[in-house]
């Protein structure tokens, strides 16, 4: 399974550098958080590439690496299942059919961003081997799950991070500095639950 993942606007970012440490703290996370075949490694620019055993693995790289960007940037991402080829162990540069597969996922994701009534649209995966209604229910709970991400507050979208990565509410109540009451409130209220759920079930993607 192949990942390409990148750094939306990245261009007219104010702190490049700042940004680019972030990216390559997060693309480090996830290597060392996610089951992976290849780790990931940022290629060209604010771009990263990654191979995963799973889909699953390679979403559950890409929920670190955009929630540890939150709220400095966020990220695009293409998802592509076939077989895979090196052609750079060093710099991490693959090619084949998974990857041709994930470039045009984030084509698509980037596509439909632009359009207003999926403007949310961060994540898209190709499989052209894969049964269609098995990609139509993977890309439909993606387009819900970024919808979901996309419309939280800074504030809910620093929450849903701390607790994907397993912190108690407290500690993420101090961390964005609001009482543990106010956090449970918004994972309520804003999904953070839902999305913490769907994100768990998508992570088990085989």
Not at 14 to 32: I, K, W
Not at 104 to 121: G, H, L
């Amino acid at each position: 399974m192949a990942l390409i993942g990148d750094i939306v606007e990245s261009r007219t970012h104010r702190e490049r550098q700042a940004l680019h440490d972030a990216f390559e703290a997060a693309v480090a996370r996830a290597n060392a958080e996610v089951p992976i075949d290849d780790p990931a490694v940022i290629t060209v620019g604010d771009e990263f590439q990654g191979v995963y055993p799973t889909l699953g693995a390679a979403l559950r790289a890409s929920f670190v690496v955009r929630t540890e960007l939150f709220p400095r940037a966020d990220v695009r991402f293409g998802l592509g299942r076939g077989a895979v080829t090196t052609l750079d162990p060093v710099r991490g540069i693959h090619d084949g059919p998974a990857y041709w597969a994930a470039r045009e996922a984030i084509t698509v994701a980037e596509d439909r961003a632009q359009r207003a009534q999926t403007r949310t649209s961060r994540t898209a995966y190709v499989a052209p081997d894969e049964a269609p209604a098995t990609v139509a229910a993977v890309r439909a709970a993606l387009d819900c799950l970024d919808f979901m991400v996309g419309s939280m507050s800074t504030t809910s979208r620093e929450i849903l991070g701390g607790l994907m990565h397993g912190h108690a509410q407290h500690d993420v109540a101090d961390r964005v500095g609001i009482s543990p009451s106010a956090v449970s409130q918004r994972v309520r209220r804003d999904g953070i639950g839902v999305a913490l759920e769907a994100m768990t079930t998508l992570g088990d993607l085989p």
